[in-house]
């Protein structure tokens, strides 16, 4: 059985301080509490990416499903979607809809989103629509893929797409 010490008031130890364990209080090392030298390997960290889609602006944005991500690591989380176009929809009833879907191994691809972000003549050029994240977990070898859908009649329709989608991906 260990016998306990409390010392109240600050401690310095000049020279080496060891011990078999060390519990740290959750919040109590922060990222200014790590040496830029500290040299923590990949393996130890959470990656956040930005992965984007995109399509060319100057021509009419095209309905597409395109894979654009498999998780390398143990686990990913999704963080946001935003979606925006150069040009936006004009009169009539053009629209264009982004939907991000996950596929795991044996099983057909579903929405990660509560519902699809839709742009249309509502928004302005460049203006950026989030999309609400309905799940947000991925597992290991699991593909992102981003579903374009456009439709409308009458006026014309939006051109240059880009989808960003950010992720945090645990290390393997």
Same mark, same amino acid.
């Given at each position: 059985m260990a016998i306990e010490s409390t010392i109240q008031g600050d401690l310095h130890v000049v020279g080496d301080l060891s011990s078999s364990t060390l519990t740290i209080p959750a919040l109590t090392l922060t990222d200014a509490g790590v040496s830029a030298s500290a040299a923590i390997a990949a393996s130890k960290q959470e990656h956040r990416f930005a992965i984007t889609y995109s399509q060319a602006a100057g021509s009419d944005v095209v309905a597409a499903t395109v894979p654009v991500y498999t998780v390398r690591g143990t686990t990913a989380t999704l963080v946001a979607v935003q979606v +925006?176009?150069?040009? &936006?929809?004009?009169?009539? =009833?053009?629209?264009?809809? /982004?939907?991000?879907?996950? *596929?795991?191994? %044996?099983?057909?691809?579903?929405?990660?989103?509560s519902s699809v972000v839709t742009y249309d003549d509502d928004d302005?050029?460049?203006?950026?629509?989030?999309?609400?994240?309905?799940? +947000?977990?991925?597992? &290991?070898?699991?593909?992102? =893929?981003?579903?374009?859908? /456009?439709?409308?009649?009458? *006026?014309?329709? %939006?051109?240059?797409?880009?989808?960003?989608?950010?992720?945090?991906?645990?290390?393997?």
């Open positions: +925006a176009v150069t040009t &936006a929809p004009t009169g009539g =009833t053009e629209a264009i809809t /982004v939907d991000v879907k996950k *596929g795991s191994d %044996g099983s057909a691809a579903a929405t990660m989103l302005a050029d460049y203006s950026v629509s989030a999309g609400s994240i309905g799940t +947000a977990t991925l597992a &290991a070898a699991d593909t992102i =893929t981003v579903v374009v859908a /456009v439709s409308g009649s009458g *006026g014309a329709q %939006g051109q240059g797409l880009i989808v960003t989608i950010t992720l945090n991906e645990d290390a393997s």
